[in-house]
Structure formats: structure tokens, C-alpha cells
């Protein structure tokens, strides 16, 4: 069994990465849950990843669940029936991974280190963290109820007042 060391960056945040170690036969939702736990995000969103080329190109896609979408001929990849070693295999090699759609966090993922002596531990775990993560919901464009009713009010207050005018 071998271990696979992978270095996690962050779009956006200049110098803020993580390293993750995980074992070549453990899957993809596993990695995905170690991802968001070291970047100090819960697992109420959706995700994927995509396996990539050296320039970062997006290529089959790994989903966190089966949502019935076929692109062309290619082999539906779930999360949790795929393991690291079906999907990446040689150091240097690339997966991108996004998080939360609505949002679109963005990660770059390179295969730093393919261990074959067997290493001690629980994996996957956290063996690096560089720089301190953004908050989970420093992008979040949803309105919440109360900010919703306040736009309401201050529409309603604003046509009443031009109404006023108008007498």
C-alpha cells in the first residue's frame, strides 16, 4: 500500500496550502472530507473533483454523489466508489477540486510524493498548513431572510415616499 502526499492550494490566497497525506486505496469523499476539515469548511455543500492536465486543464470529473449527468461516453466517477490511486498515479500529476457552486472555491491539487513504505496513523491527515484559510463564507452572495425583508422595506419606504411626492 502506498501513501500519497498532496499539496492543497486555495484560489485567490497567495501562500495559504495545505498538505494532506492519504493512502493510495482509500477514495476520493475521504480525501474531499480532509480537504474541507483542514481549510476550516463544513460539508453542506457540493463538490467535485476534476482530473487535470499539466496546464490545469479540467478533465473527468469526480462527483460526490451520481446526479444522473452523462458527458459523452466518459465513466460516471463517484467520490466514495473512486480511490486515489484510479484517479491520479504519478508524481507532479493535477486534480482540480471545487467546492460549493454557488460560491465556486476553487482548489489546485498536485501529487507532491508517492511513499510505498507503509506509514504509521490514521489517514487522511493534515501533515502541512501554510497561511490561515478565508472563511467559509468570506464569498457568500446569498442574501439571508433578514436581508431580504430590510431590501423590501426599504422599497416599499422608498416608493411611499415618492408617492408623497407626487401629491
Request: charged share 30%.
Amino acid at each position: 500500500m502506498s501513501t500519497y502526499k498532496f499539496r492543497v492550494l486555495i484560489e485567490g490566497e497567495k501562500n495559504v496550502f495545505r498538505d494532506i497525506e492519504i493512502n493510495s486505496h482509500q477514495n476520493f469523499e475521504d480525501f474531499h472530507n480532509c480537504i474541507l476539515t483542514s481549510f476550516g469548511f463544513d460539508n453542506s455543500q457540493m463538490a467535485s473533483f476534476y482530473l487535470s492536465d499539466f496546464d490545469w486543464n479540467k478533465g473527468q470529473e469526480i462527483s460526490l454523489f451520481d446526479m444522473g449527468i452523462s458527458e459523452g461516453d466518459e465513466e460516471k466517477l463517484i467520490m466514495n466508489q473512486t480511490t486515489i490511486k484510479e484517479g491520479i498515479n504519478c508524481v507532479g500529476c493535477h486534480l482540480l477540486y471545487t467546492y460549493d457552486f454557488l460560491n465556486m472555491w476553487n482548489f489546485f491539487i498536485e501529487l507532491l510524493e508517492i511513499s510505498v513504505k507503509e506509514k504509521k496513523g490514521d489517514f487522511p491527515k493534515l501533515v502541512h498548513s501554510e497561511g490561515k484559510a478565508p472563511k467559509q463564507n468570506s464569498k457568500n452572495n446569498v442574501l439571508s431572510d433578514e436581508d431580504i425583508m430590510n431590501e423590501i422595506l426599504l422599497i416599499e419606504e422608498l416608493d411611499d415616499d415618492f408617492e408623497d411626492e407626487e401629491l
